[in-house]
């Protein structure tokens, strides 16, 4: 009786060390085996700098837009089971959605609220990571490969436009329809090919069925997979790069000198040069190990992400509105806001120049082409050059990991300067577009939009 | 640092923990709930608690495919189809002339808001009720009625019944309706006008599918008061050259009341299917 009763205890002993207890290692030996224990710890390295771990340097603005992925495919895997992908039955499953299923509006509201969010956060990343250099390795870390971590972060603003807008389609109402004809309508400016682009875009010749199938599978089984494969890879190479540049900032241990040859962390990476060892430098700052130092931080960012989103969603509806129909254009249609700085620039450079007449003959009238403009050239020129800068950033390597280094003044205006008008003109776009696309100041009010009764 | 960190951490966990509470609140006490409960207390003090336990709770609906109609309306007016609540405040109360209802019009097979309009997927008072941006048929309710002129809703929901009862020229308990038929017949519109799909002058422009004619198409410069399609018709019939700008159609000095009719006749000339079964037939 009494060994059962010790027994029982023992028992419950475990289930609590198993539930709560911590692990307080003896040695730094033990403490850096934390890392190698756990799958799904692995990816961190052993130990990291105190300055990569700060608030201030990079915002985390990486971490809250790969939670927000993860949020967005955890609620989009439910949603898959409620949606149906049909013209006819779309909108009635999402009005299900929202009003019948239980829990339903929280997770459609989350979905919506974090895809717009993921746009936003993942643009802010890239503004951090342009302001601080970190598209760039030093001596300090000489097998890194910044750059091209910087063309996948690229990409992967692309794609997660891509994601945001196939997305949009989904719900099938007016909101939805004219955003699309408006983006085919951009595309189909494009010279020579865009007729064909508008074709694949639509899934045919006219928006319809073909267009909701074609977006859908876009949405939930192509993209999401690519974006989860760049991701891994642009987590991946933050290693081999590394750490963060703020790292290079430091400096190297001065004494010592020499790169010191290391197995710690090449085993699984096709590291160039010497391999399996690679060679690294001793970095001056102070270090803590990463488990619990970024484990914490990182289960920090995930709880106040998720508990944001949660926030926005109990309390601000997401819109629906009228079943989609091409018999009538909303007023004003609108493509959805992160691509209104398009529309925008689409809408500024669509001239119609009136007829000119010159005494003995007269230009008839015609249009400045606005689409091909502000819907292929200046994107185009902004992503490309996006892609480009780092090769023309001629400032010295004690520039890299350092907020508005005065050697990168001038190219940090240049960069503010484009972020303010891609802001400016897509908050004008989004807030100021009224009616018949009437430029309408924040106090004035838009006129009330007619009803039948 | 390690300590503020775990500080965070665990306001981070309570502040999620609160939000749960909140988002498990919205759902849990979503308002037809309390609706529900407030009318099965009302039922037990009226019919005994045995019979008040036989209505079944959680959401309600009447699912037409044929017609497209998804009601959730008995939701909260759960007493709608059963005799004995006529006394009852909305929207506990029994449907007025239940027995005829029931034989001309069974609710199984029309629903709700084919008749009285409004949201059937939705299941809170706003939404379902339609006076909600986006939702373009709302419930058809006495104030509406009398803004415009109209006695009781019931006038005004002839809108509604005309989708199926388009082709007669008679019908019970459609006085509005049959009235702007018959001045349709004598003041020949047919005579400019294409109305039935076919036939028809072309003087005017075909009016067969007026009715689904979004409220965003028409303009409303020349209208006072109210911006609303059944608005714009009232001061179209009434002089139809200062609503519609160049018009040739003359004024042709109808009475107040012609026009509300001819107006609701309009209105329910919407592009609609309608089931073999549901064409209404009488066999001479």
């Not at chain 1, 096709?270 to 001056?284: D, E, L, M, W």
Request: proline share 5%; aromatic share 12%; with cysteine.
């Amino acid at each position: 009786m009494k060994t059962l009763i010790q027994k029982q205890i023992q028992v419950a002993k475990d289930v609590y060390e198993f539930l709560f207890a911590s692990y307080s290692p003896k040695t730094e030996r033990e403490a850096s085996d934390a890392v190698g224990f756990n799958f799904l710890l692995h990816w961190f390295p052993v130990k990291i700098t105190k300055k990569s771990l700060s608030w201030h340097y990079s915002f985390w603005l990486g971490t809250i837009s790969l939670v927000l992925f993860i949020i967005l495919s955890l609620s989009g895997i439910v949603l898959i089971f409620l949606y149906v992908p049909s013209v006819e039955r779309a909108y009635q499953s999402i009005k299900d959605i929202e009003f019948v299923v239980s829990y339903g509006w929280l997770i459609r509201r989350m979905h919506r609220w974090a895809a717009h969010f993921m746009v936003a956060f993942v643009f802010f990343h890239m503004i951090r990571v342009f302001l601080t250099g970190a598209y760039r390795s030093t001596n300090v870390t000489p097998q890194g490969k910044r750059y091209a971590n910087w063309i996948i972060g690229i990409v992967l603003l692309v794609l997660t436009l891509l994601l945001s807008y196939t997305g949009y389609l989904l719900p099938w109402d007016q909101l939805a329809l004219w955003a699309i004809v408006i983006g085919a309508n951009i595309a189909k400016a494009t010279p020579i090919i865009g007729d064909q682009v508008q074709f694949i875009m639509q899934g045919g010749n006219e928006i319809g069925q073909n267009t909701l199938i074609l977006w859908y599978a876009m949405h939930i089984a192509v993209l999401p997979f690519i974006v989860t494969a760049l991701i891994s890879w642009h987590m991946w190479r933050i290693r081999k790069d590394g750490g963060l540049a703020s790292v290079d900032s430091l400096g190297v241990k001065k004494e010592g000198g020499e790169p010191v040859k290391s197995k710690t962390y090449s085993l699984m990476g096709i590291a160039k040069g010497v391999r399996p060892s690679i060679s690294y430098h001793k970095v001056a700052g102070e270090t803590v190990h990463a488990i619990p130092a970024v484990l914490t931080r990182m289960m920090i960012v995930t709880v106040f992400t998720v508990g944001f989103m949660t926030f926005l969603s109990i309390f601000f509806a997401v819109p629906l509105e009228e079943p989609a129909t091409t018999e009538w254009t909303p007023n004003p249609a609108k493509a959805p806001w992160y691509f209104l700085w398009l529309q925008e620039l689409v809408s500024i450079t669509t001239i119609r120049v009136p007829l000119i007449n010159l005494g003995i003959f007269s230009i008839p009238p015609f249009t400045i082409n606005g689409g091909f403009l502000g819907g292929a050239v200046i994107p185009g020129l902004v992503v490309g050059a996006a892609l480009m800068w780092p090769q023309f950033d001629r400032s010295p390597e004690s520039a890299v990991g350092v907020w508005f280094h005065k050697s990168r003044l001038k190219q940090n205006i240049v960069f503010l300067i484009i972020v303010l008008a891609l802001a400016i003109l897509t908050y004008i776009g989004t807030f100021m577009r009224g009616p018949n696309w009437g430029m309408f100041l924040p106090w004035e009010s838009w006129p009330s939009m007619p009803v039948n009764f | 640092m390690k300590i503020k960190d775990e500080i965070l951490l665990f306001s981070s966990g309570i502040v999620i923990l609160i939000l749960t509470f909140l988002a498990f609140g919205k759902d849990g006490f979503a308002e037809w709930k309390g609706v529900q409960s407030e009318f099965l207390d009302i039922a037990e003090a009226k019919i005994g608690e045995k019979r008040a336990k036989e209505f079944q709770t959680g959401i309600q609906m009447i699912w037409v495919p044929e017609i497209k109609v998804v009601d959730r309306c008995k939701t909260c007016h759960m007493a709608i189809d059963i005799p004995g609540f006529e006394s009852e405040k909305q929207p506990f109360s029994t449907h007025p002339n239940l027995e005829q209802w029931n034989e001309t019009h069974p609710f199984k097979n029309y629903g709700c808001t084919t008749c009285h309009g409004g949201q059937g997927f939705a299941v809170t008072t706003k939404e379902a009720h339609g006076n909600v941006k986006h939702w373009e048929r709302p419930l058809l309710s006495n104030d509406m009625a009398k803004e415009y002129g109209f006695n009781k809703a019931s006038e005004l929901m002839e809108v509604n019944c005309n989708s199926c009862h388009r082709r007669e020229t008679d019908t019970p308990g459609m006085p509005n309706i049959n009235m702007a038929k018959k001045l349709i017949q004598d003041k020949n519109c047919a005579q400019c006008h294409i109305m039935d799909g076919k036939n028809g002058g072309t003087l005017g422009p075909e009016i067969t599918y007026v009715g689904s004619k979004h409220p965003e198409t028409f303009g409303f410069d020349g209208v006072e008061g109210k911006r609303s399609v059944m608005n714009w018709h009232i001061q179209h019939f009434k002089l139809p050259a200062k609503v519609s700008k160049g018009s040739i159609m003359p004024p042709f000095g109808f009475s107040d009341e012609e026009i509300r009719a001819l107006s609701i006749l309009v209105m329910s000339w919407r592009k609609v299917k309608v089931p073999m079964e549901y064409v209404p037939y009488k066999r001479d």
